[in-house]
């Protein structure tokens, strides 16, 4: 059952899709009798969507006929916009909050369905993996994060990370023509650079997951970042030289991810993923530092097996697995 604000929320966005996909304009009448309402509880709708900055054309005598979107992630504009039968179907939008990774563990503690989304406009407390923080600023950016319920091992989430980095991948290239790699286990590269950070937190028993939240940060409009970052991070818009709207692009996400965690379930592993991953591994064949927590260390990485782990050989030719959780990858000479 829906209450009153749900439906509103729910016939906004269905009034949204259908003028999208209309080519031409669609008459208040076909809203009205799609949706068993008056002319004037159209016309609301219709009038808010403008304040909210949805160029809206009425003509009399033919209807109603979007010119202009703006770039915006309200609830409405994310339904709108979805098409999966789980993955983002259940959406909260902040304005501001503090980590939508926070929210989302909040969310699962409190019994929210698998698939539910926090979209946050701007963070007050964005994080990173270990403690480090997220730039979170507002108007330009996607700060996102899924709950997941998943029936496997505890042992098994870590890969959801890598799952989440293909989803984000391939969702980024087909809104946009660019080339994006990734850096193993959950960074997304473009040229080099940081486009997008991925961080999965659990809440689990020993042998049983409660919940587990995969947060996405992806720098989108930016134009430009603090100087602590400047050399390793970039966004969408200075990639492309064009702004880039963020609600089809999460929509694209969850579309990817919803796929991709349904081959990752079949097996409760990559190995059905793992060869589009070493694919679009920005180190693969490469030499790479492995930083870990006792020692540090040269090797040349080779690829993800089917648990996630990166493959590397030493020096002396031994090969060995790296734990996602133990250490951070860096290229000899810098950041990638
Ligand atoms: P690791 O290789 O261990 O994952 P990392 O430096 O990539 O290391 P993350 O936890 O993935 O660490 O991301 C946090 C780091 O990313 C921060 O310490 C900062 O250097 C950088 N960073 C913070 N905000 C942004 C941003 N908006 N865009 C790009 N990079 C950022």
Not at 64 to 82: A, K
Not at 126 to 145: F, N, V
Not at 155 to 184: F, N, Y
Not at 269 to 289: A, F, K
Request: charged share 25%; with cysteine; net charge negative.
């Amino acid at each position: 059952m829906h209450n009153s604000g749900q439906v509103k929320i729910i016939m906004k966005a269905e009034i949204l899709k259908m003028l999208r996909e209309a080519d031409s304009y669609v008459s208040g009448q076909q809203i009205c009798e799609k949706f068993g309402v008056s002319r004037t509880a159209v016309w609301k709708v219709i009038r808010q969507l403008q304040e909210e900055g949805y160029q809206v054309e009425a003509v009399r005598n033919r209807g109603y006929h979007i010119v202009t979107e703006p770039d915006v992630m309200t609830r409405e504009e994310l339904e709108s916009r979805m098409q999966t039968r789980w993955a983002g179907q259940n959406i909260v939008y902040y304005p501001e909050t503090d980590s939508t990774n926070l929210r989302i563990r909040q969310l699962g503690d409190e019994g929210a369905p698998h698939g539910t989304l926090a979209v946050a406009d701007r963070q007050t407390a964005g994080r990173g993996r270990r403690g480090r923080a997220w730039e979170s600023p507002a108007g330009s950016s996607i700060y996102m994060s899924i709950l997941l319920r998943p029936d496997i091992a505890p042992d098994r989430a870590p890969m959801l990370t890598l799952v989440m980095a293909l989803s984000v991948a391939e969702g980024i290239m087909d809104c946009e023509d660019v080339e994006v790699q990734i850096k193993w286990p959950n960074d997304i590269i473009i040229n080099g650079k940081k486009l997008v950070g991925i961080l999965t937190e659990m809440s689990a028993q020993i042998d049983y997951i409660n919940h587990v939240t995969v947060g996405v940060g992806i720098n989108v409009n930016q134009t430009g970042f603090p100087e602590d970052i400047r050399q390793t991070a970039t966004s969408l818009k200075m990639e492309t030289g064009h702004d880039v709207k963020r609600a089809p692009l999460i929509a694209a996400v969850m579309k990817r991810l919803e796929m991709y965690y349904e081959i990752f379930l079949e097996t409760e592993d990559l190995s059905g993923l793992m060869d589009m991953y070493n694919r679009m591994l920005v180190n693969r064949d490469r030499d790479v530092l492995i930083l870990g927590a006792k020692e540090q260390y040269q090797a040349h990485a080779l690829g993800i097996n089917r648990t996630g782990e990166l493959i590397v050989r030493r020096e002396d030719g031994t090969e060995e697995e790296v734990f996602a959780g133990e250490v951070s990858v860096r290229g000899v000479y810098g950041y990638v």
